[in-house]
């Protein structure tokens, strides 16, 4: 077993390198579920780098429960994702859901994300292990933390150490108030057993837009390195999950309100 004491990732952007994890300040990842065109994508950029984000996410392939609902505009989104990252210097994360595009995805991202529903897609993690590009592995939404563990340790074990963990709520059994339950017990649990950092999806996690900022702020109460939080200049428009997605200026007033815990610069 690869997992050792508490330590870092270095992730290279365009602004320099981000590191994640042991005595640094908490990374910010912020951005819409979805890249549904430049305009938008270039206007979150910019505003959530105003506000002190240091990665800029966005769907490009996007896992839907539905094959009917919107999948995401592939390729030429992540074109787009390249441009907002040349146009604002921010680190960009994006999702790869088949080892087919992972070539494509890697050109563009800086993280590479795999997420929930491919947490134990293990060809996939071999290939995401075989590769340069840190990974951010998302929990299973039925995932045990061994299970997520062992899943990092396919990454670990195909030659790739830059691994952080993505808690983003498991399945509840009340879904009428909150999309998941955001599992936020994990923080010290996964501390005693792994050196990887952190990172809490209060988005995903609650799937409403109004408990974002409580969760997050208790995520870096309880010593998360990381946060994701889904923006959207219009979240009544979004393509996919708008009703869990920060309008800029409330995402404004969330990095006001972490940065006096003190904790993100
Ligand atoms: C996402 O980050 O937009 C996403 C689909 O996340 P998850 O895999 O956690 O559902
Ligand atoms: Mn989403």
């Not at 910010?28 to 959530?48: D, F, H, L, Q, Y």
């Not at 993690?125 to 590769?131: D, E, N």
Request: charged share 20%.
């Amino acid at each position: 077993f690869r997992h050792g004491h508490y330590s870092e990732v270095v992730v290279n952007t365009p602004n320099g390198p981000v590191p994640f994890g042991k005595n640094h300040p908490v990374v910010v990842v912020a951005g819409p579920c979805s890249v549904e065109n430049e305009e938008m994508i270039i206007e979150t950029a910019k505003r959530v780098k105003a506000a002190g984000a240091h990665f800029l996410r966005g769907g490009a392939y996007k896992p839907r429960t539905s094959p009917y609902a919107f999948q995401g505009h592939g390729e030429s989104a992540l074109e787009l994702l390249a441009a907002a990252r040349a146009a604002t210097g921010l680190g960009i994360i994006t999702e790869v859901m088949d080892t087919a595009d992972l070539e494509k995805v890697a050109e563009v991202a800086d993280v590479i994300q795999v997420g929930a529903r491919n947490m134990q897609n293990f060809s996939l993690l071999k290939k995401v292990g075989a590769q340069d590009k840190p990974v951010l592995l998302k929990r299973g939404m039925a995932a045990t933390i061994d299970d997520w563990l062992m899943a990092a340790e396919y990454i670990l074990a195909s030659g790739n150490n830059n691994v952080i963990l993505c808690e983003r709520g498991i399945r509840t059994f009340d879904q009428k108030y909150t999309r998941n339950t955001l599992d936020l017990s994990v923080i010290p649990v996964l501390r005693d057993l792994t050196h990887l950092p952190m990172m809490i999806d209060a988005s995903h996690g609650t799937g409403k837009s109004d408990y974002v900022p409580s969760m997050s702020i208790a995520a870096l109460a309880a010593g998360a390195d990381s946060l994701m939080i889904e923006v959207h200049p219009n979240p009544a428009k979004a393509l996919s999950d708008g009703p869990q997605s920060l309008t800029p200026e409330k995402f404004d007033r969330l990095m006001q309100e972490l940065s006096v815990i003190g904790k993100t610069v």
